[in-house]
């Protein structure tokens, strides 16, 4: 593959990925970094199997696109990787290095109920890079005073079901928070969060109160899969007890369930 032609496929790629980030959806680049003429070619695999770009031959192209899928998986964000772990016999004589690079939207978090922990969790969401957006149905808890130094959207609910629905979209790389102030409130929620298929979907309360949420939507029609899904109680077991800890079990959860963390202390290992 000449230059031009690396040149040309790489703005076709530029274009499928302005088009996947618009739709809310993920896939990967892949971009040939070592091993032959065709230094910089490029891939788009798109979570579909759809395929844009070359890296200069088909042959490779057809071994790249199932690796690229598994990469999508691991929800790693970056990866270096030889073609002989893929490809033995393709690349024998010589190495070729690819990069793969995960390419999704900025991840958003939409929190609903902004009481003393959802105010927490939203301003805590913003710190870490989510695009946060929280929503109440009191006007006065959504004002931008409360919230001077972050960049958090404040959204007025005058119906739950609807408001929740607008924000969430098709929930491609959203994580929604149920915090609300009471059972009405947070069915409402979960019953317009279920009409879309947001990335994490976690409800505040003790078992009780979450179990009698999720039966009332499993009487709804929710299949059990669906419910299995759902954090509830939300977060991870940190012994929370301030508002602020509440939040930081919340948004732990979230990064976890995100990077395919599995949230235990890291050095469980020397006390074993």
Known sequence: MDQASVKSSSQEITKAITRLLDAGSIAAVVTLIAGNESVGAKLLIEESGSVSGSSGDSQL????????LQFLRTRE???MISAREFAPDFSRDTEILLLFERIHPLPRLVVCGAGHVG?????L???????????DDRIEFVKPERFPESHVELVFADDWR??????????????????????NQDEECMDAIMASSPDYIGL???????????????R?????????????????????????EVALAIIAEIVAERRGGKG?????????
Do not use: M
């Not at 192209?61 to 690229?68: F, H, S």
């Not at 969401?125 to 929503?135: R, S």
């Open 162 to 183: 609807q408001t929740v629905r607008e924000v969430i979209g098709n929930g491609k790389g959203v994580c929604v928070a149920v915090v609300t102030r009471g059972h």
């Open 77 to 79: 964000d970056t990866r």
């Open 119 to 123: 105010a927490a969790l939203a301003k």
């Open 125 to 135: 969401g913003d710190f870490v890079g989510y695009h946060t957006t929280l929503i």
């Open 264 to 272: 235990g202390s890291l050095s469980s290992w020397r006390r074993r």
């Open 204 to 218: 505040i309360g003790s078992k009780r109160r979450t179990n009698i949420v999720l039966e009332n939507l499993r």
């Open 220 to 244: 709804h029609g929710v299949s059990d899969e669906r419910l299995k899904s759902i954090r509830a109680p939300i977060g991870l077991d940190l012994g929370a007890v301030s508002p602020e």
């Open 61 to 68: 192209d057809e071994l790249i696109k199932p690796r690229a």
